[in-house]
């Protein structure tokens, strides 16, 4: 199987349309009382989902293969992934069968209409079991979706996310594998994570790229174990062999630092320290925004792993930003988004969140096939910014050695800030009406897949 295929076939397909950088997956914009902070479940609100009262998965002639009790502990227990993170704060708590719908069973596209409706109202966080494929199906959706999520209803100005939902494809566990048919099977622990990962953008996470030469690399199914442990579950696509397979925790250290970073237990100071700074074009003064961000732990060279690649936290610059400021030349963008701070201050700013430890902090840019419902941070498609990689030294020019990099020890508590990157010798800054020289850059050839947006949100509107 090509590598194309196979990355499709194991890909999220993530339905999201609020993907706005490696952290958190929305962030307040003019409305709010404080713009540019991260859209989060209320403090101390343990969140109560509803759950489909049907079965998780049908065979193709209507037998149950996966029934309501099992589908039901699955569901607990795919949350209780991102609860049991020791140093965060969020809990959940089943609220009983999905409301709405005769029985609490959605079966139909008019079943699902009607509990989306509820959800966009803030009545319910649903999660649905779609047990056969057939609402993605009404949806229009490709059959190879194994799940989706969406941030039904938020408040713009508290900056509170007051709803969301989740869908489950049962028909990737029905044991039937025809693709003639559209009928896909992956196993329990690869539905697992795809899950998993879903219920990370219900609880208010975004995606996040680290160990990126993996994927360019066309590996499929068969990972490295030490760049599968630091590879974010909420890594756009999944192309590898499941975590569970290889021995390692459902989340990566990127999963379980945002988790925790977005909402903390009363010990998170003293297991987390924070790494800050800018990155700028070459000139020094203007601030680049979308660029990923990694802090890597330095290796140990007494160990047989690689920490470099296992212990990785990621952020995108000016992830507090707006992606859309808005302009009213035309009249047709005045308003821009509603999401993202307009403070020019945070363009380039990053902020990660990393265990005790030294590091190395490195930018790239971000995979260009990653857009839409895929995105990595507030830009889509992501920019493609020259000199963008390279690590951060002590004495940072436009004209350094990209590869010179300085280890920094972090502490407990301790936030480390103004570690800023000048980028090399990126194109100058200038617009249409200034002197300068012009560069068209050719399109190039399309990259494995695009995750289409959300058809559950019209755009910016909530």
């Known amino acids: 199987m090509n590598r194309q295929i196979s990355a499709l076939f194991l890909s999220f397909l993530l339905l999201n349309g609020f993907a706005f950088a490696g952290g958190p997956i929305r962030v307040t914009g003019p409305a709010a009382l404080q713009p540019g902070q991260p859209f989060l479940w209320a403090a101390g609100l343990s969140i109560r989902y509803t759950v489909d009262s049907g ?26 992934n991102w609860q049991a993170v020791p140093t965060t704060a969020i809990t959940y708590s089943y609220a009983g069968p999905i409301t709405g719908v005769s029985g609490g069973d959605v079966k139909t596209i008019q079943d699902f209409n009607t509990v989306q409706g509820s959800c966009n109202s803030g009545a319910q966080n649903p999660i649905i079991f779609d047990a056969n494929g057939s609402l993605l199906n009404a949806l229009g959706l490709d059959p190879l979706v194994i799940g989706f999520s969406s941030l039904c209803k938020l408040d713009l100005q508290a900056g509170h996310i007051i709803s969301a939902l989740v869908l489950l494809n049962g ?6 594998t025809n693709p003639a048919a559209n009928n896909f099977e992956i196993d329990a622990d690869q539905f697992d ?9 219900f609880s208010g996470l975004d995606h996040s790229q680290i160990n990126l030469d993996l994927f360019q690399s066309g590996a499929v199914g068969n990972c490295p174990a030490d760049e599968l442990a630091g590879l974010p579950l909420m890594f756009p696509v999944l192309f590898c062999q499941s975590r569970k397979s290889a021995g390692l925790p459902i989340l990566s250290p990127d999963d379980s630092a945002w988790i925790s970073k977005l909402y903390p237990a009363s010990n998170y100071n003293s297991n987390y320290g924070t790494i800050s700074g800018f990155v700028f074009f070459s000139d020094g003064i203007t601030a680049v925004q979308g660029v990923n961000v990694i802090a890597r732990r330095v290796d140990d060279p007494a160990t047989t792993i690689d920490e470099s690649k296992r212990i990785a936290v990621s952020v995108v610059s000016g992830f507090s930003f707006t992606g859309n400021p808005g302009q009213s030349i035309t009249g047709t963008n005045t308003g821009g ?29 971000i995979d260009s096939s990653f857009t839409g419902g895929s995105r990595v941070g507030p830009l889509s498609p992501p920019a493609v910014t020259y000199g963008a990689f390279e690590y951060w030294h002590h004495y940072e020019s436009a004209f350094d050695d990209p590869t010179q990099r300085d280890p920094v020890s972090v502490a407990a508590g301790q936030k480390i800030s103004n570690l800023n990157f000048i980028l090399n010798q990126t194109p100058p800054r200038f617009d249409q009406f200034e002197d300068g020289q012009a560069r068209l850059e050719l399109p190039k050839s399309p990259f494995l897949m695009r995750e289409p947006e959300s058809p559950l949100l019209n755009g910016d509107a909530t």
């Open 55 to 80: 079965p998780l998965s049908v065979s193709p002639s209507g037998q149950t293969v996966i029934g309501n009790a099992q589908g039901l502990t699955r569901v607990q227990s795919l949350l209780q």
């Open 171 to 176: 028909e990737f566990q029905d044991g039937v």
């Open 193 to 201: 994570e795809a899950i998993t990962h879903e219920m990370g953008h």
């Open 337 to 365: 988004s509603q999401f993202g701070t307009r403070d020019p201050a945070l363009i380039g700013y990053y902020e990660i969140p990393v265990p005790p430890g030294s590091y190395t902090i490195q930018t790239e840019n």
